[in-house]
């Protein structure tokens, strides 16, 4: 999980976004817990470190679409896990 918060850090300081920095910052005990919620469902890791791979790939060359596209689809997958986990 510490490597979920560190990658997500530094995609929003590499973006120049100090203000998405600050508020992930601010967000980290919620973001702790929320990661225990969604890391618990089978398949969520591998998927994750997939994901990361593809944003990160994406960032790597340049390609501000893909990581964008990259990133909504990372998020959009990990909020339908939380809201399963916690229906």
Do not use: F
Request: charged share 25%; glycine share 6%.
């Amino acid at each position: 999980m510490a490597q979920d918060v560190r990658l997500h850090r530094l995609v929003a300081e590499a973006a120049g976004n100090t203000l998405l920095a600050a508020m992930l910052a601010s967000l980290d005990a919620l973001g702790r817990d929320s990661r225990e919620v969604t890391a618990a469902e089978p398949g969520v890791l591998r998927q994750t470190a997939e994901d990361h791979a593809a944003i990160v790939g994406a960032i790597a060359r340049r390609d501000p679409e893909g990581a964008r596209a990259a990133m909504t689809a990372h998020l959009t997958r990990i909020a339908g896990v939380a809201h399963r986990r916690l229906a």
